[in-house]
């Protein structure tokens, strides 16, 4: 059975930074793509990140684009989302997303102006 777990979420101001974690069990992490997503209230979850299995392909939503950076160490079957120069409207709730299939529960991003 496979397992997600994120972590790293927080309360920051604007332009601080979070590092956010997602630790996978259970299944064969390191043939597998990443993705991170995010859920804003009242709105719909959209993409964030993508990093393939060897972390040699990864690929961005604009808003993020130079401020986010998504990495894995597959020896830990771990994968980062390294967020600077947050904003206020990067608050939601961050998933990750393996292999197009599994989730985990969500970490909480809430950024203050």
């Known amino acids: 059975q496979v397992q997600l777990v994120e972590s790293g979420g927080g309360s920051v101001q604007a332009g601080g930074s979070l590092r956010l974690s997602c630790v996978a069990t259970g299944r064969t992490f390191k043939s597998s793509g990443v993705d991170w997503f995010r859920q804003a209230p009242g709105k719909d979850r959209e993409f964030v990140a993508y990093i393939n299995w060897s972390g040699g392909v990864t690929s961005y939503t604009d808003s993020v684009q130079g401020r986010f950076t998504i990495s894995r160490d597959n020896a830990k079957n771990t994968v980062y989302l390294q967020m600077n120069s947050l904003k206020p409207e990067d608050t939601a709730v961050y998933y990750c997303?393996?292999?197009?299939?599994?989730w985990g529960q969500g970490t909480q991003v809430t950024v203050s102006s």
């Open positions: 997303r393996l292999d197009r299939a599994y």
